[in-house]
């Protein structure tokens, strides 16, 4: 004989503190995003890749120290470390760095933020594209290289770069 409780039952206090709860992740959020999306209008921030997305789809999920994307002081840095140590770069993978120019910000009706640009330097001529999701400091950049068809996604949390907890490897 097995005793089964129905936790879909709820008490009013029990309701009451989810919806509480609910408000301040919200506004959590709403506030995590109005702070990426001035770090992106000032290009001074830092999207912490925590999944990486090749040119065939296929994932993989990454550690966001060693992967991101950065652009502080005028110099956009795009660093991918999929592997473990090594790598031209010294963590597994790979470091370019460049300045942006033809940036453009715009903003959707759905609340999301994206800004495009093109990066010129040692080892990378790409377009970047990135989207801050509304309501949220998620966001995703699409990397996209002039002279082939190897694009790459990364996914990831945006931040101000002082707030960033990333570590860079060598660069070209």
């Not at 301040?24 to 990486?52: C, G, P, W, Y």
């Not at 942006?100 to 715009?106: D, G, Q, R, T």
């Not at 994206?114 to 377009?127: D, E, Q, R």
Request: aromatic share 6%.
């Amino acid at each position: 004989m097995a005793l089964f409780t129905s936790c879909a039952t709820l008490t009013p206090e029990q309701k009451a503190a989810k919806e509480a709860q609910k408000a301040i992740e919200a506004r959590q959020d709403s506030i995590s995003h109005d702070i990426a999306v001035k770090a992106l209008n000032d290009m001074d921030f830092v999207l912490e890749a925590d999944r990486l997305i090749f040119k065939r789809g296929r994932p993989a999920y990454v550690s966001s120290v060693t992967n991101f994307i950065s652009s502080v002081n005028g110099t956009t840095t795009v660093q991918v470390a999929p592997f473990n140590g090594g790598g031209p770069n010294g963590v597994g993978g790979v470091t370019v760095e460049g300045k942006a120019s033809n940036i453009k910000v715009s903003e959707e009706k759905n609340g999301s933020y994206t800004l495009s640009m093109s990066v010129i330097g040692n080892g990378i001529s790409a377009v970047i594209s990135i989207t801050v999701i509304g309501g949220t400091n998620r966001a995703t950049a699409v990397v996209t290289p002039n002279f082939n068809s190897e694009r790459i996604t990364l996914e990831g949390v945006l931040h101000p770069a002082s707030a960033s907890s990333t570590y860079k490897g060598r660069s070209f």
